[in-house]
């Protein structure tokens, strides 16, 4: 995102834009890329309140909360582009209030990599999953990603 000093996330995290919804797919290239036909939306609050659920010392990732939410709407998955955009409007709608915040920082992208679009960046998520005792580790030789080691061993499980 940019320029995110200028939007108000937390009127985005409360706008619904007629969600939730199921779209039955009928494109047989996106059904085979996704595995199924029926794609739940999911509006940026659901995403806030699963992710107020994760306890310090544990963290989730974006598909394990698709996947939990495709399965409780009865959908075969859950839109992955609208989840990576309400997940960040989550994080920043946090980040501008003084109360009630949300810990974004324990949710991760897949295979436990940290999110550089969160406020301040993987250095911040950093300094945050490091202060509840998790290590994080570096790959690569030029642009370099950060996860958190043994990330499946504290996986948080999303249950009902």
């Known amino acids: 995102m940019a ?5 108000d ?29 029926k794609m739940y939306f999911a509006p940026p609050l659901t995403y806030d309140e699963i992710m107020k659920k ?3 010392g544990k963290v989730i990732t974006t598909g394990e909360i698709r996947a939990y939410l495709a ?6 998955f859950t839109d992955p582009i609208t989840a990576g955009i309400f997940i960040s409007i989550v994080a920043w709608a946090s980040h501008q209030r003084n109360e009630n915040k949300t810990p974004y920082w324990r949710t991760l992208k897949a ?23 998790h290590e994080i580790i570096r790959k690569g030789r030029k642009n370099f ?11 948080c ?3 009902d």
């Not at 320029?3 to 939007?7: A, G, L, P, S």
């Not at 301040?120 to 005792?133: R, Y």
């Not at 990603?145 to 996986?155: H, I």
Request: aromatic share 8%.
């Open 111 to 133: 295979q436990g990599e940290l999110h550089p679009k969160y406020p301040g960046g993987v250095e911040a998520q950093i300094k945050l999953l490091e202060a509840e005792g």
């Open 145 to 155: 990603r950060y996860y958190v080691k043994d990330y499946p061993t504290v996986l």
């Open 157 to 159: 499980e999303l249950k």
């Open 9 to 37: 996330f937390n009127k985005m995290l409360h706008e619904s834009k007629g969600m939730p919804k199921i779209q039955i797919l009928t494109d047989e290239k996106s059904i085979k890329k996704y595995g199924g036909e």
């Open 3 to 7: 320029n995110e000093d200028k939007k």
């Open 54 to 56: 994760i306890p310090g």
């Open 71 to 76: 399965k409780k709407n009865e959908a075969d």
